[in-house]
C-alpha cells in the first residue's frame, strides 16, 4: 500500500521561510516516477506548486517560482518542499503526491488528475 506523509507545516509571518517534508512509502520498484506538491487554500480550487521526477528535472508555477524549491531524497524516500519569501496567498492545505511509471519532465508541472496517489494534506499559514 502507498502512503504518503507529510510534515513540517505550521504557521509563518510573512516573508518567513518553511520546510515541508513528504515521506514515501510503499511504491512500486519502478525507477520512473513523478513526485510533487499541490495546494488548496480556503474558497479556492486545488493548485499546483512543483513537481520533481526520478532525474531530479524540477518544475514550478509561476506564482512560487524563485521562492520555492523542491527536491528529493532517493535514498530516505523523501521528497521536500522549501519555501521561502512566504505570503499571505501561500495558506493553503498542502498536499504530496506521487505516481510511478509517469513522467513529469514537459516542464509544467501535471494536472491533480494525473497523480494517483496523495498525502492527506498539512496545513500552512502565513500571518501578515
Known amino acids: 500500500e502507498v502512503q504518503l506523509v507529510e510534515s513540517g507545516g505550521g504557521s509563518v509571518q510573512a516573508g518567513g521561510s518553511m520546510r515541508l517534508s513528504c515521506s514515501v512509502s510503499?511504491?512500486?520498484?519502478?525507477?520512473?516516477?513523478?513526485m510533487g506538491w499541490f495546494r488548496q487554500a480556503p474558497g479556492k480550487g486545488r493548485e499546483g506548486v512543483a513537481s520533481?521526477?526520478?532525474?531530479?528535472?524540477?518544475n514550478y508555477e509561476d506564482y512560487v517560482k524563485d521562492r520555492f524549491t523542491i527536491s528529493k531524497d532517493s535514498a530516505k524516500n523523501t521528497v521536500d518542499l522549501q519555501m521561502t519569501n512566504l505570503r499571505s496567498d501561500d495558506t493553503a492545505i498542502y498536499y504530496c503526491?506521487?505516481?510511478?511509471?509517469?513522467?513529469?519532465?514537459?516542464?509544467?508541472?501535471?494536472?491533480?488528475?494525473?497523480?494517483?496517489?496523495w498525502g492527506q494534506g498539512i496545513q500552512v499559514t502565513v500571518s501578515s
Open positions: 503526491v506521487a505516481d510511478w511509471e509517469m513522467s513529469c519532465s514537459s516542464g509544467y508541472v501535471p494536472l491533480d488528475r494525473d497523480f494517483v496517489y
Open positions: 510503499g511504491g512500486p520498484s519502478s525507477t520512473t516516477y513523478c
Open positions: 520533481i521526477d526520478n532525474w531530479g528535472s524540477t
